[in-house]
């Protein structure tokens, strides 16, 4: 990804952690919070930090906030303020803008103000913990859209020294392998061969349904 242009309104946990990593990456990072405890704690590891109320369209805009690339909405328990800050967003013309919600009926709200997209910090981080601990090879796990996600597992030991022919993942679970991690190598081989031959040690990077990762988690244990 190109280096991008990031606001961040809320910097509690969320926010904080989200600027840091964002600004470690090489993006340029504004962050914006009404609380100026929490402005102080991450003026020195974003590029800058401001004490703002994101609920008054006129302070957004006087920060040039109109103008960036991405907006992240990442208030925590205040749902009437990230709501608001959501709408005055869309209002100013951000492009793409994430939203934090709370609820199910928090993230429609959300929606339909203006959040291009929803993110449930909690209900994720637990359906991917929840799936590592049912499925022990599962190394990762990024919802994708409804009903698809992308995985990341270690290869089980019925995989090894068998080629991606051989496994036939497509036809089997309609699971496509995106790309291959090798302890031999350190960069990831997108798209691999048919004829790539899987070692232990291999992580396999997986595009597919849900379902289908079950029917190939049931079978792995089998």
């Known amino acids: 990804m190109r280096t991008a242009q990031i606001a961040i309104i809320g910097l509690g946990n969320f926010g904080y952690y ?20 929490a402005v102080q704690r991450v003026r020195h590891e974003i590029s800058e930090a401001v004490v703002a109320d994101a609920r008054d369209r006129e302070v957004l805009e006087s920060l040039g906030i109109q103008d960036v690339d991405i907006a992240v909405v990442a208030i925590g328990t205040n749902m009437l303020a990230s709501i608001l800050s959501t709408f005055n967003l869309r209002e100013i013309g951000v492009k793409k803008i994430y939203a934090k919600a709370l609820s199910e009926e928090h993230g429609k709200i959300l929606q339909k103000v203006g959040a291009h ?5 909690e209900r994720d981080v637990a359906q991917g913990l929840a799936r590592r601990i049912h499925n022990p090879n599962m190394l990762d796990y ?22 991606l022919r051989d496994l036939d993942l497509i036809n089997k679970y309609g699971i496509q392998v995106i790309a291959i991690r090798s302890p031999r190598s350190k960069t990831l081989q997108f798209i691999p061969k048919a004829s790539y031959q899987i070692r232990p040690g291999d992580a396999l990077i997986l595009l597919g349904s849900h379902k289908g990762m079950e029917n190939l988690e049931g079978d792995i244990k089998d």
């Open 117 to 121: 997209h929803i993110i449930f910090p």
């Open 18 to 37: 989200l600027g840091r990593d964002l600004y470690s990456r090489g993006h340029e990072v504004i962050g914006l919070d009404i609380n100026k405890e």
């Open 142 to 163: 990024l919802p994708f859209q409804e009903d698809y996600a992308i995985f990341e597992i270690s290869a089980p030991e019925s995989f090894y020294e068998r080629t």
